[in-house]
């Protein structure tokens, strides 16, 4: 269910599933062929032993790979309720400051000016509201993160005695969320792409002007494989962006699994159980785990015609 959630949104995961299930279609075909040959016994049991060892090495490769895809799909499973989460909070909020401040704005000056004790009682059931809320909602994110915890020690059992701050905990971050994989994908889709517009170019220059002296002359054909080409490398360059905003988004995620924020501290000195205060905006939630500017600053758009390197260099 999770590595055909994740597949579902990543397009190298849908390709990685379509090229396992294709191969070990083939893997079988062929332990189905080596049963049927001709031959001494001796060579036909050779043959059906290679085709197995051959099955089960890409059976082992594709179950390697759901569970890589699963674990990643509880990850972003995790990221889209985190941003629901902090989504409500920022509501609840929201929605508290504003009923404070309509009811300041239906005071009577005549009545002299607002001061703390009319603070108090105007404000004096909202404090509660707020703090069930924020413990409903902190709530609701500790089981979320407790659960996708189990989840991944379940499918990487490793990860029940290894060090949050080891060596083995980046590792595995690393290969759940591969960013400098991707990053040298980008950089080498972007010197292709340059090329290819390169390419494009004289070929144009080619079919207008006529070849120059020592040059092949350019057919129509040409251009437009070179064009469809290009295009290709976009559609790919794009894609591995998408694949890095979302690696981005799985570090970011398996970090708060592995070391969960800390309790409100401040929540107790916020609101003393002695005294009604003001409800006030408090500092914004952590930023949810997303696509947010850091990560739009590191995926550059696609580079112009004749531009250079991008995308995390």
């Known amino acids: 269910m999770s590595a055909a959630w994740w597949r579902s949104h990543s397009g190298r995961g849908a390709e990685q599933a379509a090229w396992d299930t294709t191969v070990q279609t083939n893997r079988i075909d062929d332990l189905a062929r080596a049963h049927t040959l001709e031959g001494t016994p001796r060579h036909k049991g050779e043959a059906v032993a290679a085709?197995?060892?051959n099955l089960t090495a890409v059976t082992h490769l594709h179950d390697q790979h759901v569970t890589t895809h699963a674990a990643r799909g509880h990850l972003h499973r995790l990221a889209a309720s985190l941003v629901t989460l902090d989504k409500a909070q920022r509501t609840l909020q929201q929605g508290i400051w504003d009923?404070?401040?309509a009811r300041r704005a239906q005071h009577d000056p005549a009545r002299g000016p607002w001061n703390g004790y009319d603070e108090q009682q105007a404000t004096a059931d909202l404090t509660p509201a707020l703090t069930t809320g924020e413990a409903r909602i902190a709530h609701l994110r500790q089981n979320h993160l407790d659960a996708t915890h189990q989840a991944l020690t379940t499918l990487i059992p490793q990860l029940t005695d290894t060090p949050r701050d080891g060596h083995r905990h980046y590792a595995i971050r690393q290969?759940?969320?591969?960013?400098?994989?991707?990053?040298?994908d980008l950089n080498t889709l972007a010197s292709l792409i340059d090329t290819r517009r390169r390419t494009c170019t004289e070929l144009r220059t080619r079919l207008d002007k006529g070849p120059r002296y020592g040059q092949d002359p350019a057919t129509a054909h040409d251009l437009a494989a070179a064009e469809e080409d290009l295009r290709s490398l976009e559609r790919r360059y794009a894609g591995t962006q998408t694949e890095f905003a979302l690696s981005v988004t799985l570090g970011r995620t398996f970090d708060q699994v592995r070391n969960p924020p800390p309790p409100d501290a401040t929540s107790a000195a916020q609101h003393p159980v002695d005294a009604a205060p003001r409800p006030f905006r408090r500092t914004a939630p952590t930023a949810p785990t997303g696509h947010d500017p850091a990560t739009a600053t590191a995926l550059r758009p696609v580079p112009a015609a004749h531009g250079g390197r991008t995308a995390g260099a």
């Not at 290969?175 to 991707?182: C, E, G, K, T, W």
């Open 51 to 53: 085709a197995q060892r």
């Open 99 to 101: 009923i404070a401040a």
């Open 175 to 184: 290969y759940l969320a591969p960013l400098d994989l991707l990053r040298q």
